[in-house]
């Protein structure tokens, strides 16, 4: 942690005494910022570079190093690592790109220079990393052109990006609101040392209160865990912004650092498991650590707002999307109520308009006051007008005189509709979140509204059943009665109906190669009696294997036909980024299509389960709907638990029961499906 976050002795392998170019920054910016450490610039070619004394080679640095950033080319990377850990170095960072992104090739050399590094006790950091900014201690190790500037806004809040071209845009977009950093951690790659990882060690700095994290995937989830529960028990936030959100940002992730990317939904899971707070936007990102610092996540969110304005019309643009987000602008309650009459005012809908009173401050700060009082709410929203643009100091004052009146009580978030950059600035000096749009009022707000304590992973069995080399349906039933999901479906193996079915009956073809049945004649319904049995399996085979003639037939398998109240997919799969996670759907021929799904990381909780449940839109129909029967939304939460304990099954890749019926007394399992690892 020292050496990576604090280095008192810095060796620039490749660095350049042209001051044009980017292997000259990192010494440029580390002196122009007040680095008092030990410097080695080491350039065979040159025995002087920028006025300090330079080495041919790191073997000849009088002494040990903490740090040494390697700015040479890709091809010679691989050379120096022995070298800097023979002078001490604890820790390597890489400037080059060219590695795992860039494709096989670049994988391996990457993995060459890991190994190495392993092997002499070093630790990496990137490749592809523009390094570490320690503002505070004034370290300046990086190439950012950010660096430029001459001074660096201080603060309390670090920021780690899988990006180093982030580092200074982040950075410059809080200057400009008065927002400063504690440091910036460029990761790269990741070969090694992961921005979980580096937020555990932040958590612990004293000098920092919150933990940001530009990220275009995740890498070693187990390192963002560990970091969540340590900055959960400090009081510390972890906020994160994450890309991928579409097909082409993950593919991105890809191109850039090398990631493999995993589904969003399932990033999202790991974020709300973990209790680290997720931004969609960029302006909530930046705004989001003065939401939360010093705060705990509510125990029991209301998610709804008290709003109060200065402009109709911009109180209206708060309101409305903030409801796009989930969250009401409420209606004051009897207590908030009662305490703006004491005040002179009046709420009439949605909204505290206060247009006529203007931004005079106490009038704002007694407002803010009595809306605190509300029993049912969680925060508090000023949208302030034309004040904010021309008259900042009025504006604002009243903003930040309510919330010290009113302390920990709730939160109160502002929203400036008119460009006003000036009481943006003072608001945050001030530590009030500000947004400059009603979108990212409403992000911000909803990812702390969703923010919750990390949740313990449930201790969990794996069944014991062994899968045979290339399942097929009746393997995956097998699998899930063995979790409690058991079934009343028959494998038949020989060209006759069975004896002791309940008709009618469907019939499905059993082959570990066809995942979708229908599409090759492999399902037929309503079968009335045995006769009808025996002369369809001979049908099925014949046409399933003339539409899949390489598909391997197991047999058949036959199940009571029943109906359900509602039908739902449930799934597990081992996400590529956070592991395994399970699925609730609207379920069917037309769940892929519907799209109606929950995701968690799986074993869960059965409260996780019905949260799960209450998530899926389809699944309101079990709930009474309108006067519809109620399914056993008790057995369907049993079921979900059920399939999440296949994490502890390390053979399993995937599973699914699609759909599986959800009756007005427990649940069947329609079709099954599993995939080995």
Request: aromatic share 4%; proline share 6%; glycine share 10%.
């Amino acid at each position: 942690m020292q050496s990576l976050l604090a280095p008192r002795s810095i060796a620039l392998i490749g660095a350049s005494g042209d001051p044009a170019r980017l292997t000259a920054r990192a010494q440029i910016y580390l002196r122009r910022h007040g680095y008092d450490g030990a410097l080695y610039p080491v350039n065979p070619r040159a025995t002087e570079i920028l006025g300090e004394p330079a080495f041919a080679s790191v073997e000849d640095i009088p002494g040990e190093i903490d740090f040494a950033y390697i700015l040479l080319g890709t091809q010679q990377v691989e050379a120096q690592i022995g070298a800097v850990a023979a002078k001490g170095a604890k820790v390597a960072c890489i400037l080059a790109d060219g590695f795992a992104e860039a494709g096989p090739e670049g994988q391996a050399l990457q993995d060459r220079c890991l190994a190495a590094a392993r092997a002499a006790g070093l630790r990496l950091l990137g490749p592809n990393s523009m390094g570490i900014i320690n503002i505070p201690a004034r370290i300046a190790a990086s190439v950012n052109a950010a660096l430029e500037a001459e001074t660096l806004p201080s603060g309390r809040i670090a920021l780690v990006s899988q990006s180093g071209s982030m580092l200074g845009a982040i950075m410059g977009r809080g200057a400009a609101r008065g927002m400063g950093f504690s440091h910036l951690i460029a990761t790269g790659n990741e070969s090694d040392l992961t921005a979980g990882e580096i937020a555990a060690m932040l958590v612990d700095d004293p000098g920092v209160d919150a933990v940001m994290l530009f990220l275009e995937a995740i890498r070693q989830p187990q390192h963002y865990a560990h970091a969540a529960w340590k900055a959960h028990r400090a009081g510390k936030p972890i906020i994160a912004f994450k890309l991928g959100r579409s097909p082409y940002g993950a593919e991105l992730a890809t191109s850039h650092t090398g990631a493999l990317a995993g589904s969003d939904a399932a990033a999202e899971a790991f974020f709300r498991a973990h209790g680290i707070l997720r931004a969609t936007m960029l302006e909530s990102f930046l705004e989001l650590p003065a939401l939360v610092m010093g705060r705990k996540p509510l125990a029991k969110a209301h998610r709804a707002v008290s709003v109060m304005t200065t402009t109709g019309g911009g109180g209206a643009m708060a309101v409305d999307a903030l409801g796009v987000a989930g969250i009401e602008a409420r209606i004051p309650d009897a207590h908030a109520s009662a305490r703006l009459e004491t005040v002179g005012m009046h709420a009439h809908g949605r909204l505290l308009d206060m247009t006529l009173a203007g931004t005079r401050p106490d009038r704002v700060q007694s407002a803010i006051e009595a809306l605190a009082a509300a029993h049912d709410t969680d925060m508090i929203v000023p949208v302030v007008g034309s004040s904010a643009q021309f008259r900042p100091h009025d504006a604002v004052a009243g903003i930040v005189q309510g919330r010290d009146a009113i302390g920990a009580a709730k939160p109160v978030a502002a929203f400036l509709v008119p460009q006003a950059d000036a009481s943006l600035r003072l608001l945050a000096e001030a530590g009030v979140p500000a947004f400059r749009t009603p979108e990212s009022l409403a992000d911000a707000l909803r990812a702390f509204l969703d923010w919750r304590a990390p949740l313990p992973t449930p201790h969990v069995a794996a069944p014991a059943l062994t899968l045979p080399a290339a399942p097929d349906e009746a393997d995956a039933r097998d699998l899930f009665a063995a979790l409690g999901l058991a079934s009343d479906a028959v494998r038949i193996t020989g060209e006759a109906a069975p004896e002791g079915l309940r008709y009618p009956v469907a019939l499905k073809i059993l082959s570990p190669d066809l995942a979708h049945k229908t599409e090759v004649g492999g399902v037929r319904l309503n079968i009335p009696d045995a006769a009808a049995l025996t002369a369809e399996m001979a049908a099925m085979r014949a046409r399933v294997a003339a539409a899949a003639p390489r598909a391997r037939i197991t047999g058949f398998l036959a199940q009571p036909m029943a109906r359900g109240l509602a039908e739902v997919i449930l799934g597990f799969r081992r996400d590529p980024e956070v592991g395994p996670v399970v699925l609730l759907g609207a379920g069917g021929v037309l769940a892929e299509l519907q799209r109606d799904v929950a995701l968690r990381l799986a074993p869960l909780h059965e409260a996780e389960a019905r949260e799960m449940i209450a998530e899926v839109r389809a699944l309101r129909v079990i709930e009474g709907w309108r006067g519809l029967p109620r399914g056993d939304v008790d057995a369907l939460a049993h079921a979900i638990v059920a399939v999440s304990r296949l994490a502890a099954m390390d053979g399993v890749a995937e599973a699914e029961i699609n759909p599986l019926m959800i009756h007005e007394s427990g649940v069947t399992v329609a079709d099954a499906w599993v995939v080995k690892a």
